[in-house]
């Protein structure tokens, strides 16, 4: 499993940055295991460009929707420099049915992203410091009906998706799926759930949420630095939401 694209997410992060080093193997559990890659149509997020993504939210627009660290009181953001470091490549699935759920953290899923920005979000509002979460978020720019398209797959793929097989870097991986119960009515759309590596039990488990808002999407891949079950703080997508929804009002 290649991580050393993500590091770059760390840079200049401290204190900081040494805990989420030693996390990335389980964020990186559903995401880009041996690099990125793809043509899924999204720009790379250090050089972003005024492209616009049809009924949906252009590439410069998306990029400054992004949280930043001024946004949500003990949290700190580390944007991607490149999007290498958000998504990995096509994962086929042994399960037709759990397809969709490989496909959130690909950038060759079923329903392409016309632009995507990411960023390494760090939530220190705990006082007990075992409870600190890391999240690797990407957020992401539609065709007109396709980000529901993607929501509605996942919602259908989770009701009988459980567990399912597929090959990285040639090594076999079977990954486990549990349905959680969204935290907050957050966006048009939510889902969230818990994916893991079979093999290494809950230590490299993590929660996924996904929100819709409009013809955009933002994913969270989330853990506790003490890998005991994760939650997302609400402040943290509510924010986001809100900055999404400006993001898609027209100039």
Request: hydrophobic residues 40%; charged residues 20%; positive net charge.
């Amino acid at each position: 499993m290649r991580i050393r694209a993500r590091s770059r997410l760390l840079a200049g992060s401290g204190r900081t940055a040494a805990v989420a080093a030693a996390l990335l193997p389980a964020l990186a559990l559903t995401a880009a295991c041996g690099g990125g890659g793809g043509k899924s149509g999204a720009s790379d997020t250090g050089t972003p460009q005024n492209v616009r993504a049809s009924g949906a939210v252009s590439t410069v627009n998306l990029t400054q929707a992004l949280l930043t660290s001024k946004d949500v009181s003990d949290v700190q953001v580390l944007p991607a420099g490149s999007k290498e470091q958000l998504l990995g490549p096509r994962q086929l699935t042994d399960a037709p049915a759990c397809q969709p759920v490989a496909d959130q953290w690909s950038s060759q899923p079923a329903h392409p992203r016309q632009v995507y920005a990411g960023a390494m979000v760090t939530d220190t509002a705990a006082q007990d410091k075992k409870a600190k979460t890391i999240s690797l978020s990407v957020v992401a720019s539609y065709k007109a009906g396709e980000a529901k398209a993607v929501l509605d797959d996942l919602t259908a793929a989770l009701k009988t998706c459980t567990s399912y097989n597929t090959t990285r870097n040639g090594t076999a991986t079977t990954f486990t799926v549990h349905a959680v119960a969204p935290g907050g009515g957050y966006g048009d759309q939510q889902v969230a759930y818990t994916i893991g590596d079979k093999a290494k039990g809950t230590a490299g488990q993590v929660l996924v949420t996904v929100i819709r808002v409009g013809d955009t999407t933002a994913a969270y891949e989330t853990l506790r630095t003490d890998h005991t079950p994760a939650t997302l703080r609400a402040a943290i997508p509510q924010k986001q939401v809100a900055k999404l929804r400006e993001a898609a009002k027209p100039n």
